[in-house]
């Protein structure tokens, strides 16, 4: 049975900086696409960053490029997304999720993934 679990959401003002983490039982996260993503109240969800299974070619969303650094430690089975000059507009919640993507590297669309975990809530805020 796949089960992911985030961790490492909290409140933090404008500027600071996070780190999620996404632990993974059930399934040995570097051979598949990990991806994370988020969902603000009232918004769709939104990929966010992924990195490849096998690889460590890593995509990310435009309006996280130069923010977020996506990055996988096989030895605890866990990917982690390490957020800096966080903004108010980056609060959500978010989510990782992974799969086999029917073949794809990597995908920042949501429906690609198979197994998604609870997510851990970011609030952005002075």
């Known amino acids: 049975q796949v089960q992911l679990v985030e961790s490492g959401g909290g409140l933090v003002q404008p500027g600071g900086s996070l780190r999620l983490s996404c632990a993974a039982s059930?399934?040995?996260?570097?051979?598949?696409?990990v991806g994370w993503f988020r969902q603000a109240p009232g918004k769709e969800r939104e990929g966010v960053s992924c990195?490849?299974?096998?690889?460590?070619?890593?995509y990310y969303a435009d309006s996280v490029k130069g923010r977020f650094t996506i990055s996988r430690d096989n030895a605890k089975n866990t990917v982690y997304l390490e957020m800096n000059n966080l903004k108010p507009e980056d609060t959500a919640d978010y989510y990782c999720a992974t799969g086999d993507l029917r073949g794809s590297a990597y995908s920042l669309i949501s429906y690609d993934y198979d197994y998604w975990g609870q997510g851990t809530q970011v609030t952005v805020s002075s």
């Open positions: 990195i490849r299974g096998n690889d460590v070619t890593t």
């Open positions: 059930g399934v040995t996260l570097k051979h598949y696409p």
